[in-house]
């Protein structure tokens, strides 16, 4: 149950609030997605019951733990109703902001946050580039973000102790990583007689990708990234990205990478045998515990972006805002109370309650500002957790406690915590990506949708040897580009780009 419980916090991983005015009795209706197979319940939660014995807002739950289930929810409620009073942790698309605020059924906020929402107003006004990601091209913010200074990030984990074992350094560059991968195959880092090691593991082209960085590019999910003048590339159709189908080709020739990695599902990846021996070397993922148990992440530490040219980069992959966590709709008589409830979220101790409670009550500080749920993690339940906290599922809106949870009392998850930190100096932002437009997402979503799947499966071909990496077969390649629109995407992006720079 112990390790359960952490590798719970891992994923997931006093107060008394001042209302300016005694608040009145109040009813509203939220609607909400907890994220898939969530158990968490809004109605028992002690973050909600509290908020509703100091503000008097009294909540009526409408939840839902499968996400295609909670888009067909959202459809009905926009198409034929009744709308929720207020969206929470919403999942709300930019498409769907521009859409319901043109409609009006969902309402701006921005005119009254000033007033009604003051520590998001502050943060916002203080961080220009945060107004900036969450305000839409007809000027509106429909919906507030979660606020993320340390976002969750697809990091690349080696394992220190076979490092350690084999008396290898640190890979610095992609050289010398595939040095360390070679004797990762070789050399039986694992002490179990068998050439059972996966050096690297994967899923697919998409993470693959992120090891751009080791040849001076970064790119987003639309394979596009700006260079230092805002002039909007195509990354598959440069020396780069042929530089990096190479290494690949080579690394699966000598099995470095799992030969499985283009065809398997992250859960058969894991192993369920306690006593078996670790296999991975090298994988991506937000922490090891994607494929690793308590006991054995403890071998893995995060690899630092790997130089190029005397620099080192990783990409960005979320930034700090995510959009169309809180909205409010037409059928709300009341939204500045509703924003000045949300409001406690973006403070410290607001925003402390939801991931742990109530100091003294439900968590505690050592002597050394350490915390830890009451009763240590040998008592802790995962019912406990549900009913203590609102963040273990779902993105919710809020800036993120990141201080508080960096001191979280068990050293295991605070020393991933302090690995995750490692990675900040070097993050890039491939391209800006602000919302479009529904006139400009149509325009775009088709020529995403027939480039990225062509140069995924090109990608994967390249890599198995499908297709041989030949001069006449990389310019077959990006000829096929240029006659998908990769000329179109360029220019529209360029032209999204200059209109909101």
Not at 98 to 111: A, M, N, V
Request: one cysteine or more; a negative charge.
């Amino acid at each position: 149950m112990r390790i359960r419980v952490l590798v719970r916090l891992v994923s997931i991983l006093c107060l008394a609030f001042v209302w300016t005015a005694a608040a009145a009795e109040a009813s509203f209706v939220m609607a909400g997605f907890d994220g898939d197979e969530s158990v968490l319940q809004w109605e028992s939660n002690a973050f909600f019951s509290r908020m509703e014995a100091r503000s008097g807002i009294h909540f009526t739950f409408e939840v839902y733990a499968d996400f295609p289930k909670w888009q067909e929810a959202k459809q009905r409620m926009f198409s034929s109703g009744p709308l929720p009073d207020v969206f929470f942790k919403a999942a709300l698309s930019t498409e769907e902001l521009l859409r319901y605020t043109e409609s009006g059924q969902i309402i701006d906020l921005k005119p009254l946050l000033e007033e009604n929402a003051p520590h998001v107003w502050t943060l916002l006004t203080e961080h220009p580039q945060w107004m900036e990601a969450i305000t839409l091209p007809n000027g509106k913010i429909g919906a507030l973000p979660s606020i993320n200074q340390l976002p969750p990030q697809n990091a690349m984990w080696i394992n220190k102790q076979w490092l350690d074992e084999l008396k290898l350094d640190m890979p610095a560059d992609a050289q010398s990583l595939m040095t360390v991968l070679r004797a990762f195959r070789l050399q039986d880092p694992n002490r179990n007689g068998q050439r059972d090691e996966v050096p690297l593991a994967f899923l697919g082209s998409w993470d693959l990708k992120f090891l751009s960085h080791a040849f001076g590019a970064v790119a987003n999910d639309y394979n596009l990234y700006t260079d230092a003048d805002g002039i909007v590339h195509y990354w598959p159709l440069e020396d780069s990205f042929v530089e990096l189908l190479r290494y690949l080709r080579e690394m699966y020739r000598e099995e470095l990478l799992d030969q499985d990695g283009f065809f398997t599902m992250d859960a058969m990846r894991i192993s369920t045998d306690q006593k078996a021996p670790v296999r991975y070397g090298m994988f991506f993922g937000p922490n090891p515990f994607i494929l690793s148990n308590y006991e054995e992440n403890v071998q893995f530490v995060l690899l630092p972006p790997l130089r190029y040219d005397g620099r080192q980069i990783y990409r960005d992959l979320y930034g700090e805002i995510l959009r169309g966590t809180f909205a409010i709709s037409s059928a709300c008589t009341d939204p500045a109370a509703l924003l000045r409830w949300v409001d406690v979220l973006y403070t410290d101790e607001g925003a402390i309650e939801a991931m742990a409670g109530l100091e003294g009550v439900d968590y505690f500080l050592d002597e050394d500002g350490y915390w830890m749920w009451k009763g240590g993690l040998d008592n802790l339940t995962m019912e406990q957790i549900n009913d203590t906290t609102l963040y273990s599922t779902g993105n919710m809106p809020w800036l993120f406690p990141l201080d508080f949870h960096s001191r979280f009392g068990e050293e295991g998850v605070r020393r991933i915590n302090d690995e995750l930190l490692k990675i900040r100096p070097y993050l890039a932002t491939p391209a800006p990506l602000p919302s479009l437009t529904l006139e400009e997402n149509a325009r775009v979503l088709p020529l995403q949708n027939e480039l990225g799947a062509f140069v995924d499966e090109s990608f994967a071909r390249f890599v198995l040897g499908q297709d041989d990496l030949t001069d006449e077969s990389i310019d077959m390649f990006r000829q096929g580009l240029l006659e998908r629109g990769t000329n179109e995407m360029i220019a529209f992006w360029q032209e999204v780009f200059e209109r909101t720079h």
